[in-house]
């Protein structure tokens, strides 16, 4: 089934830089890469998303990056705010273990934002 | 619009009991999903359903039992608890699947305590 490796698992940055995490994936039949959002104790919300026939995608300070050769995706975030602090979590939609419908998350990244 | 509600959203129960965990979507989505979500695993899919009557395994599935006898109910069930399964529990829908490349709407989690 899919895998996804997402890196870093925590990435601290000063408020007003940019903040990078990256993804790769494994099946090549994977064509839908969301990122989601995930404050702390609340519900993860999707953030922006990409399909395989596109290779960048922007909404306004975020933007996600794909390249299909390679199998990796990445999340750009400038500016960043202190309500940027979250944990971020990459997912594909190639099928999982089992081969289930449904996504493949990777495992986070806590983004800290630092005053 | 009350979205996707679960219930309960905190559960201590002990080793060998059964729990049932509650979802119930007001969008009329075709797809329901259950996730865990642990810390160092990220989320992880434990079953999904692409329609009433129409349910299938996701990445760990074992313990747990799943019924989808209307489009808008989910519930999960651990059959006799294990420590193992302490966990954040999130439901979605999703009017697509992953294939279908839609968003998905988490309930606001169950944070169940096996002791």
């Known amino acids: 089934g899919e895998n996804v490796e997402q890196h870093p698992s925590t990435l601290s940055v000063q408020e007003g830089d940019s903040a990078v995490i990256k993804c790769t994936y494994s099946?090549?039949?994977?064509?839908?890469f969301p990122w989601y959002k995930q404050e702390l104790g609340k519900r993860p919300q999707l953030i922006i998303d990409?399909?395989?026939?596109?290779g960048e995608k922007k909404d306004q300070r975020i933007a996600v990056t794909l390249n299909k050769t390679a199998k990796h995706f990445s999340l750009h975030i400038t500016e960043t705010q202190p309500e940027d602090s979250a944990v971020y979590f990459c997912?594909?939609?190639?099928?999982?273990?089992?081969?289930?419908?449904?996504?493949?998350f990777g495992k986070g990244t806590h983004l800290i934002i630092q005053p | 619009d009350a979205g996707i509600t679960q219930s309960p959203r905190y559960k201590i129960t002990e080793t060998g009991r059964q729990v049932t965990l509650m979802c119930h979507q007001t969008?009329?989505?075709?797809?329901m999903f259950w996730y865990r979500q642990d810390l160092g695993h990220g989320l992880r899919l434990i079953y999904y359903?692409?329609?009433?009557?129409?349910?299938d395994k996701g990445e760990v599935p074992d313990g747990y039992v799943v019924s989808r006898s209307k489009t808008e109910n989910f519930p999960l069930t651990l059959e006799s608890a294990t420590r193992s399964q302490t966990s954040v529990y999130f439901c979605?829908?999703?009017?697509?699947?992953?294939?279908?490349?839609?968003?998905?709407?988490f309930g606001e989690g169950s944070r169940l305590t096996v002791l």
């Open positions: 979605a829908s999703s009017p697509l699947g992953a294939s279908g490349t839609g968003e998905l709407f």
């Open positions: 099946d090549s039949a994977s064509n839908y």
């Open positions: 990409i399909r395989s026939n596109v």
């Open positions: 997912a594909a939609s190639g099928k999982s273990g089992g081969g289930a419908d449904g996504l493949t």
């Open positions: 969008w009329s989505h075709s797809y």
């Open positions: 359903s692409a329609a009433a009557d129409i349910t």
